[in-house]
């Protein structure tokens, strides 16, 4: 028999054949504790052997309903086939020779997709580096250096990433700061846009909030002082938050009426995942600066600063690079992704997606008080999870159990949000609606059992 391989041709089936995770899941688990830090976690650990489409097999022979995308990055599906194409055929002409050394034709194709598919017809440039965070501290340096000014202006329930820097950037201390301080000076925090919790309601909570964060900037900071305001248009790691609408484009007035570098930190909203390539077109805003990664190399590491050309040569020729930024096997990856992106129309799936699973999550919210909200747009859905709906009290436990309950059925879903109660669905775009509405079952299953 000729052995099947990973990506599409991977049959797109669940099937459950032991415990989740089986016996020799366990096994390598034992393994890993072994030599493994432990402060490196795993959703569910089961080991994989091959993923593809809409699902990931386990070294038990189990076949798992995807909601997780490896944290929205296999948007267009693991070893996607122009993804391995292009990769493979990179692979074999050369693996590297640092873009800063000598360069090659997959960088600067990258950049020009990029220059080409982020809003606004401005003139753009892009620079490559290997993770999110590194692409978020890049577009602080940028900042900084064009404005000379220091300060950086982050929001409430925000996520941009691991390192230093981006530690400070990041809002919730639990796991990503705890004992790892002293953090990054001249990072300051403002209100968000939060439709559900606002205290005076929904649809004040744009403009109100909007009006809080401007006050605290201009009072507490100095808007002359600010280098730099990053924002997820739909904040990821605090909870899949949209914020209300016309709250964006108000902060992005504020930054061009005040010389301030409006970042869209689009690592998880970007590449098609909502709909639309970049979730800031939703109110049609157009930054100075995006960030990318996640999404853009079908699972290699690769990631982004793309903006105005002007603000992006302030940097000093050296003043920006890594010996491994812009990779080329990566980047033969993104433009195989891109390609798949393209032809298939992932905007259109993930609009599709947003409609069978808001529909169907919000017959279930009829049927189960425990739904807060619904929210999200695309293919990054989540719902909020509370002991009572009227006193909005956020209800972790259940967000754990129903997530435990969802891998034990053969369906990988993560959770999230600041206080924990969250659990967000990001499936991949190009998963059958057969799968996607067996997940959701299996969703309904667990919400009546709890
Ligand atoms: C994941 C994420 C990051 C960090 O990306 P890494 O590649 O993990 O460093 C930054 N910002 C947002 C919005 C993210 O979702």
Redesign the pocket.
Known sequence: MTELTGGPSLPQERRVVTAIPGPKSLELQARRSAVVAAGVGSTLPVFTTRAGGGVIEDVDGNSLIDFGSG??VTSVGNSAEAVVRRATAQLADFTHTCFMVTPYEGYVAVCEQLAELTPGDHAKKSALF???????ENAVKIARVHTKRQAVVVFDH??????NL?MALTAKNMPYKQGFGPFAPEVYRVPVAYGYRWPTGPENCGPEAAAQAIDQITKQIGADNVAAIII?PV???GGFIEPAKGFLPRIAQFAKDNGIVFVA?????GFCRTGQWFACEDEGIVPDLI?T??GIAGGL?L?AVTGRAEIMDSAHPGGLGGTYGGNPVACAAALGAIETMREMDLNAKAKRIEEVMKGRLAAMQEKFPVIGDIRGRGAMIAIELVKDPATKEPNAEAAGALAKACHAEGLLVLTCGTYGNVLRFLPPLVIGEDLLNEGLDIIEAAFAGL
Not at 130 to 136: C, H, L, M, P, Y
Not at 158 to 163: A, V
Not at 265 to 269: L, R
Request: proline share 3%; hydrophobic share 30%; glycine share 14%.
């Open positions: 944290i929205a290997n993770s999110g965070a590194e692409a978020v925000g996520y941009h990433g691991r390192t981006t997820e904040l990821g790691e930190d689009e690592i998880q909203s960030t990664a996640k590491p990631a």
